[in-house]
């Protein structure tokens, strides 16, 4: 099938909106009325959910706006020793629908996790585990599949340190695709291709070369040649060959890329547009 020249579809609940974490650190009133904004707007089919952590699902709801119905929530977790307590209370709040948590393995492993989400998560509501990048990770991300659970990894952050390079990287979604388990990538993604930061110097990883990266792992490419797709910092190239996928390559490639969360949905979006991917 001949691809449009605007691959929306491939975007659908693409960006979880995570404005209150680091860097953005936006107040949860601001927060969750840019939230309603983004849910109002012609690109209302690229936003997932809202995320917030366990610890601040009071504050989520006593500046949860009148006029906002019931808000998807994915709930962000220290540990699985908190995962029950959090999840009475977003229970008891008929305005919040719980569509993920998510959690880290920890030193641990995600034996504990897992243990933890067996026995508490309830029916219908996705898992996301964070795991490190590493030698480790394949026997984990393993694990985690073969619970029924979703693998986390962790493309950004506030430090230099916490930037995976395109090689671990590569190796780590190369990985996942390999054992079929579903990802969602979080921190660092905020524009279409690869590039340096002028203010910090961090080397982010753009979300298009990450979408194209698992589409070449599908596609049975050995790691070298999914880290080259990661190291692409040309965005207009990266929009053509996004243009020339498949209706169903793009469901494939989605149904393991599932989403990012980034603390601007704004930039990502206007990315899209600036490369017409979005009509």
């Known amino acids: 099938m001949t691809a449009p020249a605007t691959r929306t579809a491939a975007f659908d609940s693409l960006l979880d909106d995570a404005a209150i974490f680091p860097p953005g650190d936006a107040l949860m009133s601001d927060a969750l009325r840019g939230y309603a904004r983004s849910l109002a707007s012609a690109d209302a089919r690229c936003i997932g959910s809202f995320l917030c952590s366990g610890a601040r699902i009071g504050e989520l709801l006593a500046a949860l706006p009148d006029d906002v119905g019931q808000l998807d929530l994915s709930l962000v977790l220290r540990s699985g020793s908190e995962l029950g307590t959090r999840l009475g209370e977003v229970a008891a709040a008929d305005r919040l ?51 029924g659970h979703r693998v986390k990894l962790r493309t950004g952050g506030t430090a230099a340190t916490a930037f995976p390079d395109q090689q671990s990287l590569g190796e780590a979604l190369t990985t996942c695709v390999r054992i079929g388990v579903p990802v969602k990538l979080t921190a660092g993604l905020h524009s279409a291709a690869r590039h340096r930061d002028r203010d910090t110097g ?7 070369d990450v979408l194209l990266a698992v589409a070449a792992a599908l596609d049975g490419a050995d790691v070298d040649d999914v880290v080259r797709v990661l190291a692409e910092r040309d965005a207009a190239a990266l929009a053509e060959r996004v243009r020339v996928l498949t209706d169903e390559q793009v469901a494939a490639v989605r149904s393991r890329f599932v989403s990012f969360g980034t603390c601007s949905t704004a930039e990502p979006l206007a990315d899209l547009h600036a490369l017409e991917l979005l009509p």
């Open 202 to 208: 961090f080397e982010h990883h753009g979300f298009l």
């Open 97 to 147: 629908v719980l569509r993920a948590v998510e959690l880290p393995a920890g030193e641990a492993g995600p034996a504990p996790v897992l243990e933890a989400l067996a026995a508490a998560l309830p029916t219908g509501v996705l898992a996301y585990v964070e795991l490190p990048l590493g030698p480790g990770l394949p026997a984990a991300a393993r694990a985690v599949a073969d619970a």
